[in-house]
């Protein structure tokens, strides 16, 4: 347990669904992030959501929304997505600044494959 | 070329061999990640470190922030550190972003 909660686990959705990823820390921390893991590519920043600053990677398509009601809380909502958006999305948190800043802490990431 | 990159890209040792791993950047940084990925999925935060040496264990990691290298080594190797691990930095004025390398597959056979 790291104290990141990840759910569902595993998805399967087709091209028209609509969906949503769930994660929750239970850490006090004040940073909350989505990442992408593609096969054979290296881990993508998708969102940031801190006290500071919101930073969404421009890359990342329309058809994915990020939400962050509060501290603990982060979703990405998923709407008409593509086969090739099929991969494991990572959630992490961390805590920051000041000392201790910076330690990343992930869940154990959602499978996602889109039919 | 990415910015940061990890050699070997995949490392077999036999138990109870040293093993280690590279990590060279191209950017300036404030710090540097050494993560751990199991099959499964889940990471697992290793060492975060701007400077010198940090020992956890049988894990050692190392930085030279002039010559931009990073290593991660692990001493008396287990078949349970078979795992993907991963060096990711953070570029200097951005707190939150993090750049990864493409990780290094590691098999310790027993």
């Known amino acids: 347990e790291t104290g990141v909660t990840q759910t569902p686990r595993h998805l399967v959705m087709g091209m028209t669904n609509k969906k949503s990823l769930k994660c929750e820390q239970h850490l006090g921390h004040n940073a909350m992030y989505w990442y992408k893991q593609s096969a054979k590519k290296p881990l993508e920043l998708m969102f940031v959501y801190s006290l500071e600053e919101r930073v969404e990677n421009n890359s990342v398509p329309s058809r994915f929304s990020p939400e962050c009601p509060n501290s603990s809380h982060l979703f990405l909502h998923l709407h008409t997505l593509q086969p090739e958006d099929s991969a494991l999305y990572l959630c992490a948190s961390s805590q920051g600044p000041g000392r201790g800043a910076g330690e990343l802490f992930f869940g154990e990431g959602s499978r996602l494959t889109v039919l | 070329k990415n910015e940061v990159e990890q050699s070997p890209q995949n490392l077999t040792a036999q138990e109870g061999e040293f093993i280690t791993i590279n990590c060279s950047y191209s950017v300036g940084i404030s710090a540097l990640h050494w993560l751990q990925q199991h099959p499964g999925g889940g990471i697992v935060s290793l060492f975060m470190l701007s400077s010198g040496k940090k020992k956890h264990g049988r894990l050692i990691a190392t930085i030279n922030i002039q010559e931009k290298h990073s290593s991660l080594h692990i001493t008396a190797s287990h078949p349970r550190d078979s795992a993907v691990y991963i060096c990711?930095?953070?570029?200097?004025?951005?707190?939150?972003?993090?750049?990864f390398g493409s990780g290094t597959q590691l098999t310790v056979l027993p």
């Open positions: 990711a930095v953070i570029r200097s004025g951005s707190a939150r972003q993090l750049t």
